[in-house]
């Protein structure tokens, strides 16, 4: 179950940069923020200012045998993880934690995780009652209780179902039946005709096939099965839509009264699923995707029943391999770390088991991170610029000459009502209800997402809750969420190289500065815009100002699908716009509200040979220094809407006037664009 609306600074393992207003004695900073040694001064920085300024970073740090891609986030998620460690090895080993706290729970869901002797014997009978209740399936309504106990306790198969708020009444939460049921990444996996893509259906049906093995079925059947599950999700692919479609928040906006979705998809007796999820009196849903939802009613009328049980059997093991023995591991491992991300090698076990504690009870291990590891002076610096960006940002937009005076008012009301969360909730989220024992991993797991889905569901009955967090505070990430028009910082962002106390200002701009206005920007891109003060989904532009939004945005589009960052793949510039638009206004507000910072005050001086502007830009460089590998950087381009790292740098700063000035940029330079070609919004 996901809230599918925040909009992320950074794909995965990956996010900006932070800094942040920070002392201005500049003597006592010198040289702070900046890694000169990154810098490869051989490349003109006029011609390629990303390998200029993270060349060497480039060359000395290949991608880790266990990685897909090494970048700057992930540099940061290693001190994270270690300090992590510490905290759950302590829990673990601490045997007076009282029976029912935090405590016990972090530390019996991270040990059971960690002892691979008992995950070796056990293999996978801690899923015998999951498999005997899909053998028992007789009959469709079994089928669909079946179903439904699978999506409470965090398993996908066939179509998706949460609750989040209403898009067009946000002091509401309602029910979302969305698209979903593959095993594979995207729906364009199955239906492209291209030698890469027919590589890896290959590949699929033989990791289906040793799946089935695994689960003791004969090579015979096996391969029948890995055929039946390959039919069952092509056709879910060809009803689902495109992952451009799905920025579209107006056209998956389909309200239906319970009556109208029985009439859509008849097939599914929708009062013993939503009752199988302990879902009582819910009058309307929103379809995200109405023929979607008629396929799925389609091929429960054409699909044996043996052929449900095989294919839910499949999203049981795909959801639960990483938590069973290690053959279960290791298979899961080789189709999505290594054909699917060329990595190499599995992380090691502690990181495995960290991360899915983090998952489990996010909060309540950020508890006790923040209590350790977080300085309440970063959060109150942090604070600081945050007003100063949106100050920066009003100013902004009252200069924008495209924009009428009606369409702008709409817009700073909208600026004016952005909610800021820092660092951590005030109020942590209550685990008493969740139970957390030494008897299995993989138990403990869907236990986990069971409460989760408790949780979520519970909110039918609930006022949106305004203080929530969609991010633990230890995540290395930021986020805006149209919905609740909120912006977003967990304290693991408030860290170098994305937010320094030491160093300038400059630097400290051009790193978190343009963080927060990446997010800010999110409220005013191709999607957000969409939304208004208040978090609705409702139009506040004049028809005009639209149509000039558009045309401004549709040049962005145009840079990006230009670019191919690995073999043919070209960057599709329709998937990354919203982040393309967030990274360009964020750039650009950061760096006027870096200018205001220095108003009235002596010019500051050159560090290491560089001016305060130039600092600025060579701060956001540094950010998204990233080595990929190419099958990585394929799944990315494919499925993640953010832009390669390199792409991050060049698209933005080969649009911005105030870079060319710092870098003394000319016609000729492979920076340059002409000024008839350069985008510039916001
Ligand atoms: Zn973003």
């Known amino acids: 179950m996901k809230n599918s609306n925040i909009v992320l600074i950074s794909a995965a393992a990956t996010l900006l940069m932070a800094s942040c207003t920070s002392p201005k004695k500049e003597e006592s900073s010198k040289g702070h923020g900046i890694n000169l040694a990154n810098f490869d001064t051989t490349v003109n920085p006029r011609n390629d200012f990303y390998h200029y300024v993270d060349g060497n970073w480039i060359k000395n740090n290949p991608v880790p045998a266990s990685e897909g891609r090494w970048t700057a986030f992930n540099e940061l998620d290693e001190k994270k993880l270690s300090n992590l460690k510490e905290i759950l090895e302590a829990a673990a080993k601490d045997t007076t934690a009282k029976a029912g706290s935090n405590k016990q729970k972090i530390g019996d869901y991270y040990s059971t995780g960690m002892d691979s002797v008992k995950l070796q014997q056990d293999g996978i009978t801690p899923l015998n009652e999951e498999f005997a209740a899909i053998a028992a399936i007789k009959n469709t309504n079994d089928l669909i209780k079946v179903i439904a106990h699978e999506h409470y306790i965090g398993i996908g198969p066939l179509f998706g179902y949460y609750v989040t708020q209403d898009q067009k009444i946000s002091t509401q939460y309602i029910s979302y039946l969305s698209q979903g049921g593959l095993g594979l990444p995207d729906r364009d996996y199955y239906l492209k005709e291209d030698e890469d893509s027919k590589k890896l259906r290959a590949e699929y049906e033989k990791h289906l096939q040793n799946m089935f093995g695994l689960l003791t079925d004969k090579p015979e059947e096996s391969a029948k099965e890995s055929k039946t599950i390959l039919n069952i999700e092509t056709s879910l692919a060809k009803a689902s839509m495109t992952r451009v479609q799905l920025r579209d928040p107006e056209i998956q906006y389909n309200k239906k009264t319970l009556a109208q979705v029985k009439e859509l998809c008849p097939s599914v007796d929708w009062d013993t699923y939503l009752g199988s999820m302990n879902v009582s009196d819910i009058k309307e849903i929103i379809v995200t995707q109405p023929e979607f939802l008629k396929e799925v009613n389609n091929l429960l009328k054409k699909t044996s029943i043996d052929d449900w049980k095989i294919y839910l059997r499949w999203h049981l093991i795909n959801g639960t391999a990483g938590k069973l023995s290690d053959s279960f591991v290791n298979e899961h491992f080789h189709f999505y770390g290594t054909v699917l991300n060329g990595v190499k090698e599995l992380r090691p076990r502690w990181k495995r088991c960290l ?276 099958e990585a950087l394929k799944e990315q381009i494919k499925t993640n809407p953010h832009s390669p790292g390199q792409y991050r740098v060049i698209g933005p700063l080969s649009n911005l006037k105030e870079f060319y000035e710092a870098f003394n940029v000319k016609e000729g330079d492979a920076m340059y664009r002409p000024d008839s070609e350069r985008a510039e919004i916001w």
């Open 355 to 630: 991360e899915s504690t983090d998952g489990a009870m996010g909060e309540a291990l950020g508890q006790l991170y923040v209590e350790k590891y977080f300085s309440a002076e970063s959060k109150k610096k942090v604070n600081e610029m945050v007003d100063n960006l949106i100050a920066a940002y009003k100013e902004r937009l009252n200069t924008r000459d495209w924009m009428s005076a009606e369409t702008k008012k709409q817009a700073v009301e909208k600026l004016d009502k952005i909610m800021k969360k820092l660092a951590y909730p005030d109020k942590w989220r209550d685990y008493s209800s969740l139970e957390i024992k030494k008897d299995s991993y993989v138990q403990n797991f869907l236990r986990a997402n069971a409460f989760e889905s408790k949780r979520v569901i519970n909110k039918l009955n609930e006022p949106v809750d305004r203080t929530e967090w969609g991010m633990s505070p230890q995540t290395i990430n930021a986020y805006y969420n149209p919905s609740l028009n909120e912006i977003v910082f967990p304290a693991g962002i408030m860290q170098p190289p994305f937010f320094d106390a030491e160093a300038d200002d400059a630097v400290n701009y051009g790193a978190i500065g343009a963080v927060i206005g990446h997010e800010i920007t999110h409220g005013f891109d191709d999607e957000g815009s969409q939304y208004d003060a208040d978090g609705n989904l409702k139009n506040w532009w004049t028809a005009e100002d639209k149509a000039k939004f558009k045309e401004k945005t549709q040049r962005v589009v145009k840079q990006f699908n230009n670019y191919v960052p690995v073999d043919s793949v070209h960057i599709n510039g329709e998937l990354t716009l919203g982040e393309n638009i967030a990274d360009l206004g964020g750039l650009t507000i950061a760096y006027y509200a870096y200018k205001k910072s220095l108003e009235g005050k002596p010019q500051p001086e050159k560090i290491d040979g560089f001016t305060g502007e130039q600092r600025f830009f060579i701060a956001w460089t540094q950010g998204w220094r990233t080595n990929n590998r190419p």
